[in-house]
């Protein structure tokens, strides 16, 4: 059975940093796009960032670009999502998601949540003013 394991969300005051850790089993995770997103209490789900299957493309959230960076170890199973400067904005329940390498993954079809195959079951992350 596929699981996504998200972890590294906390409490941290606003212009603090965290790192949020994805790790997969029962999967190829060379064979998956590995993505991010996030929901705040009574708003929609977002997309925050992603990664294709080989680290070789990345696509953020413009909102979020320049503040949150995505990375992966393939050896590892692990995907992460280092965030700075955070803002209470900020604030919401992270998930982590793959999608297949057969999908067609570019800027914008990282951005639709339909897109994805598996999702992890979430970390919260609270930024503090």
């Known amino acids: 059975q596929v699981r996504l394991v998200d972890s590294g969300g906390g409490l941290v005051q606003a212009g603090g940093s965290l790192r949020l850790s994805c790790t997969a089993s029962?999967?190829?995770?060379?064979?998956?796009?590995m993505g991010w997103f996030r929901q705040a209490p009574g708003k929609e789900r977002e997309f925050v960032a992603g990664?294709?299957?080989?680290?070789?493309?990345?696509y953020y959230s413009d909102s979020l670009k320049g503040r949150f960076t995505v990375s992966r170890d393939n050896a590892k199973n692990t995907a992460y999502l280092q965030m700075n400067s955070l803002k209470p904005g900020d604030t919401a329940v992270y998930y982590c998601?793959?999608?297949?390498?057969?999908?067609?993954?570019?800027?914008?079809?990282?951005?639709?949540?339909?897109?994805?195959?598996?999702w992890g079951q979430g970390t919260q992350v609270t930024v503090s003013s």
């Open positions: 029962a999967l190829t995770f060379n064979n998956y796009h």
């Open positions: 998601t793959a999608a297949a390498r057969s999908r067609l993954y570019s800027n914008s079809t990282a951005y639709t949540a339909g897109n994805y195959d598996f």
């Open positions: 990664i294709s299957w080989s680290g070789t493309y990345t």
